[in-house]
C-alpha cells in the first residue's frame, strides 16, 4: 500500500504523520510524508515536522519528503493527482470561516474530492486493534468493506462490519428496511438471507478472504446516531466510514453522514471512496 502522510506542522498534522506512519510501517512500498506551506515563515517548521515524521518511519521503509507552497487542501489534492497513491492520511486540520461553512475543513476538503481513500486522524490512538467497518447493503458498500479489510489486515487488526437498519430510505429508489426485520440481529438477517443479510455475508467473507477475524453487527435507528454509539461502545481505534465519488448535490447529501461522523468522534476516520459497478443504484453512504 502506498501511503501518503501530510502534516502542516500543526499538533493534528503530527498526529497523522504518527497514526499514519503506524499504518505504513507494515506496507513494504515507499511512504511520502508531504508538508504545505502556506505562509513562507513557516516552512522551516514544516521542514522540522516532517524530518520528526521520517524518523517514526523504520529504517527498512523507502521514504521521499516534499514540500509544496500554497493552499493546504489543493496542494494536498493536487499531490494525490500527480501521484500513485493507495492512502492520504491528513490532520483533522484548521477551520477557515466561510470555506469552513462551504467546503469543511481542510481534511475534509480533500476527503470528499480526493479520488483515493483520505484517513482524517483525530484522537490518541497509537495502534490499530480494533477496526469498525460501516457498510450499506449493495456493491458500493461491499469496496469500503475491501479496503477497511485491506487495513485491517495490514496491520493485524480484528474488524467488525455494521450496517444500521432504519425505516427511511437512505437514498432514493432504495426502499427502508421491511418491519419484520427492524429489530432482527445480523445473525437472523444472514439465517433469513435477507438483503441485509446476504450483504453481512458478503461482507464477512471478503473480509476471511483477507485473512481479518471480523463479526457483523446491526443496529436498529438513525445511522449517524447508532454508528456513534457502537463507536464508543466498540472502543475502536479507528472507524472506516463510505463516501461516493459521485458529482452533484446528491454527493453532498450523502457524504453528509461521513462529515457527521467525522465531526462528532475523536477516532481516526478512513473515508473510503465506494464505487458503484455499472446499472448499480447508488446506496446509503454509510
Not at 6 to 32: H, I, K, M, W
Not at 229 to 248: F, I, K, N, Q, R
Request: some cysteine; charged content about 20%; overall charge negative.
Amino acid at each position: 500500500m502506498r501511503v501518503l502522510l501530510c502534516t502542516d506542522g500543526s499538533t493534528n498534522g503530527q498526529s497523522a504523520l504518527r497514526f499514519g506512519g503506524y499504518l505504513a510501517r507494515s506496507s513494504t512500498e515507499p511512504v511520502t510524508l508531504l508538508g504545505v506551506v502556506e505562509r513562507p515563515r513557516d516552512r522551516a517548521t514544516i521542514a522540522s515536522a516532517l524530518e520528526d515524521g521520517r524518523r517514526l518511519l523504520p529504517a527498512n521503509v523507502g521514504t521521499q519528503v516534499k514540500i509544496r507552497q500554497g493552499h493546504a487542501a489543493e496542494e494536498i489534492l493536487d499531490e494525490i493527482i500527480s501521484g500513485t497513491y493507495d492512502l492520504v492520511a491528513v490532520g483533522a486540520l484548521g477551520k477557515r470561516g466561510v470555506t469552513r461553512f462551504m467546503l469543511g475543513s481542510t481534511a475534509e476538503r480533500v476527503a470528499r474530492f480526493a479520488a483515493v481513500p483520505v484517513l482524517i486522524v483525530q484522537g490518541v490512538r497509537e495502534s490499530v486493534s480494533r477496526v469498525l467497518i460501516c457498510t450499506a447493503a449493495g456493491e458500493p458498500g461491499l469496496s469500503s468493506v475491501s479496503f477497511g479489510g485491506r487495513v485491517a489486515s495490514l496491520v493485524g487488526a480484528q474488524a467488525s462490519v455494521l450496517h444500521v437498519m432504519s425505516q427511511v430510505p437512505a437514498a432514493p429508489g432504495i426502499p427502508p428496511a421491511s418491519l419484520e426485520h427492524l429489530e432482527a440481529s445480523a445473525d437472523v438477517l444472514i439465517a433469513q438471507h435477507t438483503l441485509e443479510g446476504l450483504h453481512l455475508e458478503q461482507a464477512l467473507a471478503i473480509l476471511q478472504g483477507q485473512g481479518v477475524t471480523a463479526d457483523a453487527r446491526v443496529r436498529h435507528g438513525l445511522v449517524v446516531d447508532e454508528i456513534l454509539v457502537e463507536v464508543c461502545e466498540g472502543d475502536y481505534d479507528l472507524v472506516v466510514v463510505g463516501a461516493h465519488p459521485s458529482v452533484g448535490l446528491m454527493r453532498f447529501l450523502l457524504d453528509d453522514i461521513a462529515h457527521q461522523i467525522i465531526s462528532h468522534t475523536d477516532r481516526p476516520v478512513l473515508v473510503a471512496k465506494m464505487h458503484p459497478p455499472v446499472r448499480s443504484t447508488i446506496e446509503s453512504a454509510c
